[in-house]
């Protein structure tokens, strides 16, 4: 007799909370710490191919050299290279749906960084939109001592 049942197979249902800590690592604790501090945006350039990674990283993707020295400050303007509208909620978000999540390739970078945008509703969202950061009034310490993105003026 065909049949989908098995009796071997069933779903636990659970619940966990999970507090952690993890290192942010010898160039992530710089970059947040300039960011807390002084608010400024690093990245780390590739001296052989250029190349600006923001958030930084130690080693180039590309030519796989150490670059974990090579600190160049970022404008804090940049530019909205893709996006997404959060509409569901889930207890470790930062802020409460909807809310606009963007790839935003700051000026003088080559990656994107993923950070949130405000000031417009999410029907006018568009890629290629000009943004600056907003920064947080009070630091946690955290990529979310940028608050927000907003469109430039
Ligand atoms: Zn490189």
Redesign the pocket.
Known sequence: MPSNHRDDCFVVEGKLALPYQYFAGRTGSRFLIKLRDEKKIMGLR??????VYVPPRST??????D?SGQWVELADTGTVTGFTVVRYEEPYQPVPPPYILALIKLDGADTPLTHIVRGLPPEQMKTGLRVRAVFAGKTTSTIMDIDHFRPED
Do not use: D, P, S, T
């Open positions: 590739c001296g052989q191919c250029q190349k180039c993707e590309r030519c796989l050299a670059i």
